[in-house]
């Protein structure tokens, strides 16, 4: 199949502070063309951070895109495209939330938006956290607040989140700690 397609071009549109985006002249087998818009990102992690009630540790803070404050896990870019997940997600934790843990165990691997971007999200699972301090970036206010389960599903399916990252977390969290039994 990948014979049938290849990338012939690539020009670089816009080069920003999280992603760059390019137009790709791509060639068929037929030996048409089409531009495709590629977006580069140099990935990503994110946390479930567990208290030991067995609620989760929300952000909520504003996402410009959408023009609205969002209900979100702790997640960040990674510094480096080769810094590895664990240590991008164990950062955020205690970035966003104040707590950290040393217990973080990987959770799944996603892709947010394949059709024209490359972002990769690693998602890990925290249990035993340890009361810290949160150390927000300059342009960061996130008010981080507690939720069981069933209450995060329950905002999942009304529409409430609406997050990628973040449904997909909760629902791979519950899966896979909260479901074995059955």
């Avoid at 049938?4 to 920003?16: D, P, Q």
């Avoid at 995060?152 to 899966?175: M, N, P, W």
Wanted: overall charge negative.
């Amino acid at each position: 199949m990948a014979e049938e397609v290849r990338r012939i071009k690539r020009e670089l549109v816009h080069k920003g502070a999280v992603i760059d985006i390019y137009c790709d002249t791509m060639e068929f087998e037929n030996g048409n063309t089409a531009k495709w818009d590629y977006i580069h990102h140099d990935g990503a992690a994110a946390v479930v951070p567990v208290t030991d009630e067995g609620k989760i540790l929300m952000v909520r803070q504003y996402r410009n895109a959408l023009e609205r404050y969002t209900l979100e896990i702790p997640a960040g870019k990674l510094d480096d495209p080769k810094e590895e997940g664990i240590a991008c997600a164990s950062r955020e934790l205690e970035e966003e939330t104040g707590y950290r843990s040393e217990n973080l165990e990987w959770l799944i691997t996603l892709r947010t938006t394949v059709a024209f971007c490359n972002e990769r999200i690693e998602i890990f699972a925290a249990h035993n956290l340890i009361p810290s301090r949160q150390n927000l970036d300059e342009d960061e206010y996130i008010d981080v607040q507690a939720y069981s389960i069933e209450e995060l599903k329950a905002k999942i399916f009304a529409g409430e989140i609406e997050d990628s990252k973040t449904v997909s977390a909760i629902l791979a969290y519950d899966t896979k700690y909260n479901r074995r039994a059955e």
